[in-house]
């Protein structure tokens, strides 16, 4: 068995909202780790995803450090580099989707909308990881879509209500969103379907 760290703590970006993510590389999958505790990944199929090119082993590759190991031998590192990101025009899309269900989700009714606004950073934030991978100049932080260029032009204090939507969906953390906040967000809808639309333009001329 491989334990590794990654995501903010890595990065040194811990805050009162992080976690410490944590990934277990197992034999099978009947090894008795805690799901809630770990991203649980056989060695086949992490070894299937390095090949794929996949973004999240790449950000395992560029972030991730070792804590422990039952072999004293390092698995990620002796994996290398994973194959070329090659995805970006179907992420795109997937991700655009996702955001427009959410978007109109959320525009339509305030009654789900700290998971709607949730969904929308997801689409935001993975849409520009995944571009980020692709221009090489890989991104993973919450703050990617304002860090990368094209960036997302937003006022910061908006793509914080993202972040925090996010982090009292997923953890159940943090400050509750205002009805005012909410409404700033979706007056900022049409603003990023114009920077997604612009991601899908940039990477075809890449």
């Not at 039952?70 to 698995?75: I, K, L, N, P, V």
């Not at 909308?113 to 221009?135: D, E, G, K, P, T």
Request: aromatic share 10%; hydrophobic share 40%.
């Amino acid at each position: 068995m491989h334990i590794y760290a990654f995501g903010s703590v890595c990065r040194g970006e811990i805050d009162q909202g992080s976690d410490v993510d944590m990934l277990a590389c197992v034999s099978d999958d009947a090894c008795p780790i805690d799901g809630q505790q770990y991203s649980i990944y056989t060695y086949d199929k992490l070894r299937e995803l390095w090949l794929s090119g996949n973004p999240f082993v790449w950000h395992l590759h560029l972030e991730s450090k070792l804590v422990f190991s039952s072999d004293g031998r390092d698995f990620l590192a002796e994996l290398g580099a994973p194959q070329k990101y090659i995805n970006i025009e179907s992420d795109l899309e997937k991700f655009t989707e996702l955001f427009n269900s959410s978007s109109i989700a959320l525009s339509n009714s305030l009654d789900n909308a700290i998971f709607n606004i949730s969904c929308v950073f997801l689409a935001v934030r993975n849409a520009a990881m995944c571009y980020s991978l692709h221009v090489g100049q890989p991104e993973f932080s919450r703050r990617s879509a304002l860090n990368i260029t094209p960036a997302l032009e937003i006022p910061h204090e908006i793509y914080s209500t993202l972040i925090r939507a996010r982090l009292l969906s997923s953890r159940g953390h943090g400050t509750l969103i205002s009805k005012t906040e909410i409404l700033a967000v979706i007056d900022q809808i049409k603003t990023i379907h114009s920077w997604l639309d612009c991601l899908e333009k940039s990477q075809n001329e890449k």
